[in-house]
């Protein structure tokens, strides 16, 4: 062996045994090839030439028994290549098709092939060399798998690598980087489209991988951002917790770390899916899929986050919860803290819910090829903006989303703009949900103290909001001197504040609404399914003053309640054009009192349910189980 064969030997031994291999593809792929004495063909184009030893070097060591040969040209550079390859136990077939008349023991190749594969060989082949035209089929592969009557398997081979100027860009590997080998569904006797096709998908899904898991600037600038506010963000959750903003004894995993004392948590045996949701709302959609995932595979646990601790208080609820459901915070986006999380969790997946898109905790479930997934995928124009202006560091982040599931067109349209891909419109989770649940008992209870009286609700209103609605109601008095108003505050925490202000009766001081009640402050969490169905017709807040953005018209709609919101449910856009025969819009107190003086008017139901969910489930599945 010459000194630069050796020498590439040693250069392509270091890079790809020093490389971090993401092996996967097809389960019959893997037992086609370590099944020793099956032969079988396999195909990768001749780029990913200098990548191929990186298949035996994982294949062998699982079976010793495997022989592995390839065909090769008998040019300088195919001699050249079989010497470096030759010690790896990886055995040149030399020879290639003819051309201009020319005999290049193309034949004489193809007969020892046939015999290496009916003896238990793999023979590896590049469909397109040794001189191309680059990533077209040539016929070689295609004669030798029907004359052995074996399967073709397509192999796809990526890594941080250099490329070189040559008629096919030849993929020159560097060493400690990142790479992925994907094998592809065998195919037998496959034409040259059919061929092709597998080739780069499995090509362009292994080039995708290694993107993926490779870092930029802006993974460096965003973890050295996290790091340097860490000590700020300690100071931050200190404050929150003197607030009752955070519970005490948990605060340790918005770091990254377990709880402490008797209760201490611990990662579960077996398989863990991870699903995250910013709030109530988030979690309460997002339910309904776990308890579908749990359900198709019972051997599976999730781990629910959320970023709120109402979140965590519906999360708390579940008959599941601290058996197949475990719940923790959120950690930060700080890099020490993410690693301890997915160092202790080790999750097989990950979640998001609507427009949680966190650069910090993508790149580091994306280096570890933990596939990232948004489900309900809400982008507003507000954050569409805010994301284009980032440019490539945003483009970047939405890339390595594993895929996308917008909750419609105008969602799905600026994912795609942002460079998200691929994106599916399955429709709105929050539409797939089931109606509110409520306490029966309670339900019975109040409705015997409230009787006959027309009841309102304000639903989850928000500061400014419950001003409009007491003067809306005050003046409807008029007309309906019995109604009752019940206002609840999207954020119970206000309860407090809003009862001093306008001297409401409270609900969580045990202060129930008598007959001469005129409004009544529910500020309890999770009950809003309880005050739904004493409602004759409700308000949904964050839709009249503010920013706005608005809230699920679908829960009182499905019950069957007369709805009305302000005009600022820009997050709901597409849900209101699904309910706009049917629900009513108000722009100010006039109007909302008009509403509420007018006779109660017709609710249609139906098609207010799609099946999203099961659509979800198995595509979640079929990600995680590749």
Not at 249 to 272: A, D, N, S, V, W
Not at 532 to 553: E, I, M, T
Not at 572 to 584: G, K, N
Request: glycine share 8%.
């Amino acid at each position: 062996m010459t000194l630069s064969s050796r020498l590439l030997r040693l250069w392509l031994g270091v890079c790809l045994r020093s490389t971090r291999w993401q092996i996967s593809g097809s389960p019959r792929a893997v037992e086609t090839l370590l099944t020793p004495g099956q032969g079988s063909v396999v195909a990768f184009w001749h780029r990913s030439l200098a990548l191929s030893p990186a298949l035996w070097f994982w294949a062998r060591p699982q079976e010793p028994r495997l022989a592995l040969r390839f065909l090769v040209s008998r040019n300088p550079d195919g001699v050249l290549i079989a010497n470096i390859v030759r010690p790896w136990g990886i055995i040149g077939i030399h020879g290639s098709s003819s051309k201009k008349g020319k005999d290049k023991g193309g034949a004489a190749a193809l007969r020892t092939a046939l015999k290496e594969i009916q003896s238990g060989s793999i023979v590896g082949i590049t469909p397109d060399g040794p001189r191309g035209p680059a990533e077209q089929v040539q016929p070689g592969a295609i004669v030798l798998s029907r004359l052995a009557q074996c399967p073709v398997v397509p192999l796809g081979m990526a890594c941080t690598s250099l490329r070189l100027p040559s008629w096919d860009r030849l993929v020159f590997p560097l060493p400690f980087g990142r790479g992925a080998l994907i094998m592809g569904e065998p195919l037998f006797q496959p034409d040259a489209t059919i061929l092709q096709n597998a080739l780069n998908d499995v090509s362009l899904n292994a080039e995708s991988v290694v993107r993926h898991q490779q870092s930029n600037l802006a993974d460096h600038l965003w973890r050295v951002a996290g790091t340097l506010m860490a000590p700020a963000l300690t100071v931050m959750l200190r404050i929150r917790l003197h607030r009752g903003r955070e519970l005490p004894g948990r605060l340790r995993e918005r770091m990254g770390l377990e709880r402490t004392g008797p209760r201490r948590g611990h990662r579960p045996p077996g398989q863990l899916l991870w699903i995250h949701a910013a709030s109530v709302g988030e979690t309460l959609c997002a339910l309904p899929l776990a308890d579908a995932l749990l359900k198709a595979r019972p051997d599976k646990r999730i781990l629910f986050t959320t970023a709120t601790v109402t979140g965590s208080e519906i999360v708390a609820r579940h008959p599941l919860y601290e058996q197949r459901i475990i719940h923790r915070f959120i950690p930060h986006d700080v890099p020490r803290w993410l690693r301890r999380f997915l160092n202790i969790w080790q999750p097989e997946g990950v979640i998001f819910v609507e427009s949680e898109l966190w650069p910090g905790i993508i790149a580091a479930c994306s280096h570890r090829d933990i596939p990232v997934m948004l489900v309900n995928g809400r982008l507003s124009d507000r954050s569409a903006r805010l994301w284009t202006r980032l440019g490539e560091p945003a483009r970047h982040m939405m890339k390595r989303l594993s895929w996308v599931a917008a909750r419609g067109p105008e969602d799905a349209a600026r994912f795609r703009a942002l460079g998200a891909l691929p994106i599916y419109e399955d429709g709105d989770l929050k539409q797939n949900a089931p109606p509110l649940a409520y306490d029966e008992t309670e339900y019975a209870r109040l409705k015997t103290l409230i009787g006959v009286r027309p009841v309102f609700v304000a639903a989850s209103t928000h500061p400014g909001e419950e001003e409009l609605v007491l003067q809306a109601a005050e003046k409807a008095l008029k007309l309906q001197p019995d109604l009752l108003t019940i206002i609840v505050p999207r954020h119970p925490a206000r309860g407090a504040e809003l009862a001093a202000r306008f001297d409401l009766p409270r609900r969580t001081a045990g202060q129930d609404p008598t007959p001469q009640t005129q409004t009544w402050l529910a500020d309890t969490l999770g009950e809003l399914g309880l005050f739904y169905r004493l409602a004759d017709r409700c308000f949904l807040g964050n839709s009249l003053v503010g920013k706005g953005g608005g809230h699920n018209p679908f829960e009182p709609l499905r019950l069957g309640i007369p709805t009305a919101t302000g005009p600022k449910m820009e997050n709901w856009r597409e849900a209101m054009t699904t309910v706009s025969d049917t629900i009513h819009i108000v722009t100010d107190v006039e109007c909302l009192t008009r509403w509420l003086e007018s006779p109660l008017p017709p609710v249609r139901t139906t098609g207010l349910q799609r099946s999203v969910v099961s659509v979800l489930r198995d595509r979640i599945l079929k990600t995680v189980e590749r």
